[in-house]
């Protein structure tokens, strides 16, 4: 693996046993382009959902395969930073799990302000005891 792309994920946190385990998915990952003369660094998004139906076919649990995808997220991460690829096709890639639901986005930093500095300039209320003042300066900080 490239010693850029561990320095990279070093850098952000991942611990040696994290990288051991994304190296092995993303070889996988590299082998299976390579048996279907797939270019890495301009793989379609269907082209990507070709390889989760052949780790399925392969037997591969629903939970493994998500593992396997984030490995793989992470690399074409590190391709966008360095400029290899233009777009990360695989951060549009979900796979639900039966019984759980996928999260949608989190909001960025800036729409939480927006929503706090909305939240603030409402008139405060009218609160009958100590208790609901505490109670609406909670939720203002939520």
């Not at 998915?25 to 003369?37: A, L």
């Not at 991460?77 to 233009?86: K, Q």
Request: net charge positive; charged share 20%; with cysteine.
């Amino acid at each position: 693996m490239n010693a850029g792309f561990e320095t990279y994920r070093q850098q952000n946190g991942y611990s040696a046993k994290s990288i051991r385990v994304q190296n092995c998915h993303i070889n996988r990952f590299k082998n299976w382009c390579i048996t279907y003369n797939i270019n890495l660094e301009e793989i379609t998004y269907n082209q990507a959902l070709q390889f989760i139906d052949s780790e399925r076919n392969r037997g591969i649990l629903n939970q493994s395969i998500i593992m396997e995808i984030n490995s793989i997220r992470v690399y074409f991460d590190y391709l966008l930073a360095i400029g290899s690829i233009r777009h990360n096709i695989i951060k549009r890639i979900r796979i639900r799990q039966s019984g759980k639901k996928v999260l949608p986005e989190t909001l960025s930093p800036q729409q939480l302000e927006n929503i706090y500095q909305s939240f603030m300039s409402l008139p405060e209320w009218e609160h009958r005891t100590k208790t609901a003042k505490l109670l609406h300066q909670r939720n203002i900080i939520v």
